[in-house]
């Protein structure tokens, strides 16, 4: 997977504008920050959006500011750390509009300060970060309406979890081979991860060094989308990862170079590329002039 920086165009009166109102896009973690905002954004655009959010009271007080503010907004429930709501969620949408096209994982958490380092929580940052997302798109994969190539899965990750983060030469080596690439291999990575802090020798074995639990779940989302996008290739779905830098949310205790609205605008172009131009298999940061770099 390829690094990329996004500055990309998309007027919101473009020629190239693919999408309309039976274009469906589900966003999930978004109650607040990024995922709010991304959701706002989208449906400024003209999209039908679906807000997720793992608690109903604060989902659906987003839904009515929302709604508030002239946007009509549609809501349910999931809870990307739980394999029941997933199966409830993608049932729900079948039910509710017959598919999707967009799917914006934005769910995440982390229980790092800025300046801290602790893997106490890793068991639950590696099912919510990487296992979440993975079931989601496993359940969801036979809802993408893919004609014309219009699906896209767009994967908020982390340049914490790029292959230059990684010490540990054998597991780079791991990571960077594609041909030889599985899940089972990555699902394999993550399990000696847990396995290497529950015997307290995590430091030991190469894992990144800055929010240790966080990064190697964004390693092994962003290795998973890699291997999703060349067995979709050909098969009308992209899949790409975005990396929206230090964005002042409740993730980051407030601190940030930029806002959420900034961060949902980049992650509403990357969505909305027009089908001719959109890539798969990238992972776009937004802190590199350079187009084009190795991870």
Not at 50 to 74: C, F, H, P
Request: proline share 4%.
């Amino acid at each position: 997977m390829l690094a990329m920086d996004c500055k990309v165009s998309m007027p919101s009166s473009s020629p190239t504008k693919w999408w309309s109102k039976e274009t469906v896009a589900v966003v999930t973690g978004a109650n607040k920050g990024i995922g709010f905002a991304l959701v706002k954004r989208l449906a400024e655009l003209g999209l039908t959006v679906v807000l997720t959010s793992r608690d109903v009271t604060r989902g659906k007080a987003a839904i009515e500011s929302l709604r508030a503010q002239g946007l009509d907004i549609e809501f349910c429930r999931l809870d990307v750390g739980d394999s029941s709501s997933i199966i409830a969620f993608a049932s729900w949408l079948q039910q509710r509009f017959g598919g999707l096209d967009i799917l914006v994982n934005n769910a995440g958490v982390s229980f790092n300060e800025i300046d801290s380092n602790s893997v106490e929580h890793a068991e639950t940052v590696i099912r919510t970060n990487f296992y979440g997302p993975k079931l989601l798109i496993e359940a969801l994969l036979p809802l993408f309406r893919r004609s014309s190539a219009r699906s896209r899965i767009l994967n908020i990750s982390s340049q914490l979890g790029l292959l230059n983060k990684v010490r540990n030469p054998a597991l780079k080596e791991l990571l960077r081979d594609e041909d030889k690439l599985s899940e089972e291999k990555i699902e394999h990575m993550v399990s000696q991860f847990l396995d290497h802090v529950k015997k307290g020798t995590w430091q030991e074995h190469g894992w990144p060094k800055v929010w240790t639990d966080y990064a190697v779940s964004k390693l092994a989302l962003n290795a998973y989308s890699r291997l999703l996008a060349k067995k979709q290739e050909g098969h009308g779905l992209s899949v790409n990862c975005f990396c929206p830098g230090f964005t002042r949310t409740a993730m980051t205790r407030g601190r940030g170079s930029r806002t959420p609205e900034e961060a949902a605008d980049a992650a509403a172009r990357l969505a909305l590329l027009p089908p001719d131009e959109l890539p798969t298999g990238k992972f776009f940061k937004w802190c590199t002039p350079t187009l084009y770099s190795k991870l």
